[in-house]
């Protein structure tokens, strides 16, 4: 498998099997239905800070080195044992003219698609309350478009498991690029539909146009939220993850293959639960240059939400990094 490089166009997506993977295909064609939408916009969060030199970004990596564990030989079946991947250092990164928030281009959009009940709707809006604190960026919620956009052509009933799917490359081709804002940094549909992304898949979880600021993430297979508070924050931990890893790919974030890290790979859905939620130092420095972001004040951001939302885990560890660089 080849990664795209900055130059070349190419989408990363979920795996078929159940978890995170990044996959070069080639680009998609844009068919532009006419006209953009009415937005209705809530504004998340905002988190300003002051920007980090990459000297000074480089200094913070070194101090957290300690607290992130190293990625040993995968285990059968992972990610990395079907796919070799190069990786990507900070250094990498910025030599390869990322896309960023820039300009005009600072706003996340997340567009639900279809019918959510109310508990899912609670996990996109806390989603997006996330992301705004993961990318120092502000979220806008825009109206709910209906699932009736998506026509039959681009529907199917999965054939062993009976699923009702929509396809994910319509979703990205036909509804979001041709709505994509002016200001958008990302386009990002939420759906509680199941997703496949065309022939030979099963499914995915979620899919991204790495260099067109669109992609579409499904909660279908998140778990159900509403069956108690411990499936709450499953569901919420899972949607997170898969908003925030592949937002990271909107922002030419290649797979990590350095440290158990939110940027790596995974095959199936035991891989990816068993990632942190975290970026190992590469991949933090990675987003907090290409957003502009200082890491201390990230960090108390996203320990907060998680501690709020009992991700007693994962607040801790934002505590402990950002103890780390005090
Ligand atoms: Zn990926
Ligand atoms: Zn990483």
Not at 14 to 43: D, M, Y
Not at 125 to 142: E, G
Not at 290 to 298: M, S, W
Not at 317 to 325: D, E, G, P, R, V
Request: glycine share 8%; aromatic share 8%.
């Amino acid at each position: 498998m080849v990664f795209p490089s900055s130059r070349k166009r190419g989408k990363m997506m979920n795996s078929p099997q159940g978890s995170l993977v990044g996959r070069c295909v080639p680009g998609i064609g844009i068919a532009v239905l006419g006209g953009l939408i009415a937005l209705v916009c809530i504004v998340v969060t905002n988190a300003g800070s002051e920007p980090v030199s990459v000297p000074k970004l480089k200094l913070i990596m070194e101090k957290l080195r300690p607290l992130h564990t190293r990625l040993g030989k995968p285990k059968p079946g992972d990610w990395l044992a079907s796919h070799k991947e190069p990786g990507q250092t900070f250094e990498q990164y910025l030599r390869c003219r990322p896309v960023t928030p820039q300009g005009k281009r600072r706003i996340i959009y997340v567009q639900p698609l279809g019918d959510f009940t109310k508990t899912q709707r609670k996990i996109v809006t806390l989603s997006a309350d996330f992301m705004s604190r993961y990318f120092n960026r502000p979220v806008k919620i825009s109206e709910t478009l209906p699932l009736s956009i998506v026509p039959a052509k681009a529907r199917r009933t999965h054939p062993q498991w009976g699923d009702k799917q929509i396809l994910s490359t319509y979703v990205l081709d036909q509804v979001l690029k041709p709505r994509l804002p002016d200001d958008a940094a990302a386009y990002i549909a939420f759906t509680p539909s199941d997703l496949w992304p065309g022939r030979g898949w099963n499914f995915v979880f979620g899919q991204a146009a790495l260099r067109e600021r669109v992609g579409v993430w499904s909660i279908y297979r998140n778990g159900d939220p509403d069956k108690s508070d411990e499936s709450f924050r499953l569901c919420l931990l899972r949607t997170m993850k898969t908003a925030t890893h592949e937002t990271g790919h909107m922002f030419s974030m290649m797979h990590c293959t350095m440290y158990e890290c939110n940027m790596c790979g995974s095959n199936h859905r035991r891989e990816s639960d068993r990632r942190p939620i975290a970026l190992c130092p590469e991949c933090m420095a990675k987003v907090c240059w290409a957003t502009k972001t200082d890491p201390v004040g990230r960090f108390k951001k996203l320990s907060g939400f998680c501690k709020k939302q009992g991700l007693k885990q994962e607040a801790a560890f934002y505590t402990k990094s950002m103890k780390a660089l005090k």
